[in-house]
T-cell receptor
Framework: QKEVEQDPGPLSVPEGAIVSLNCTYSNSAFQYFMWYRQYSRKGPELLMYTYSSGNKEDGRFTAQVDKSSKYISLFIRDSQPSDSATYLCAMSSNILTGGGNKLTFGTGTQLKVEL | DAGVTQSPTHLIKTRGQHVTLRCSPISGHKSVSWYQQVLGQGPQFIFQYYEKEERGRGNFPDRFSARQFPNYSSELNVNALLLGDSALYLC???????????FGDGTRLSIL
């Protein structure tokens, strides 16, 4: 079993739709949770960075973390064709617990927003 | 401000050869990490360096090695290349441990 599970998609939605992307994980030591966006032939771009449980909002993006269920989500409101990309969830533990700062990624979900 | 820069952008090698990939972190960032991304998969952790010391190593063979220089730039070296080493190699920098990592656009390595 992988430490981080993510549905690879592809996910196709109409412009303006609300998009929900999700990851589950098995390692209870994870405390930092990230979402990256990766366009074709580019490196991952950090979208959201959260610590522990709760919600965080930044413009059209909302990240949710539920540590009790080991489940994280990214919501994209008013989706645009420019949001078409692969979305990667990533997690890390606290360096004080010996996990270092290495990121463990999901496989990525391919999103296409159509006109 | 410049982001993380990696060179070269593309590289073609043959089996058995050696390769050196280079990374310059964001100005002021002292931590550099290396990841391998195979097509259709998420990046896999290879190494992390902080203040020129190795702080973490992923599940990769000894053919993979890295180092960080006094100016915080870094090199990833891979010896005895195999076909399976074909991938996008990503470098990420952060201002410290437990801080967000920012990625470069990677070096695309193809092994023939």
């Amino acid at each position: 079993q992988k430490e981080v599970e993510q549905d690879p998609g592809p996910l196709s939605v109409p412009e303006g739709a609300i998009v929900s992307l999700n990851c589950t994980y098995s390692n209870s030591a994870f405390q930092y949770f990230m979402w990256y966006r990766q366009y074709s032939r580019k490196g991952p771009e950090l979208l959201m960075y959260t610590y522990s449980s709760g919600n965080k909002e930044d413009g059209r993006f909302t990240a949710q973390v539920d540590k009790s269920s080991k489940y994280i989500s990214l919501f994209i409101r008013d989706s645009q064709p420019s949001d078409s990309a692969t979305y990667l969830c990533a997690m890390s533990s606290n360096i004080l617990t010996g996990g270092g700062n290495k990121l463990t990624f999901g496989t990525g979900t391919q999103l296409k927003v159509e006109l | 401000d410049a982001g993380v820069t990696q060179s070269p952008t593309h590289l073609i090698k043959t089996r058995g050869q050696h390769v050196t990939l280079r990374c310059s972190p964001i100005s002021g960032h002292k931590s550099v990490s290396w990841y391998q991304q195979v097509l259709g998969q998420g990046p896999q952790f290879i190494f992390q360096y902080y203040e020129k010391e190795e702080r973490g190593r992923g599940n990769f063979p000894d053919r993979f090695s890295a180092r960080q220089f006094p100016n915080y730039s870094s090199e990833l070296n891979v010896n005895a290349l195999l076909l399976g080493d074909s991938a996008l190699y990503l470098c990420a920098s952060s201002s410290g441990e437990n801080q967000p990592q920012h990625f470069g656009d990677g070096t695309r390595l193809s092994i023939l």
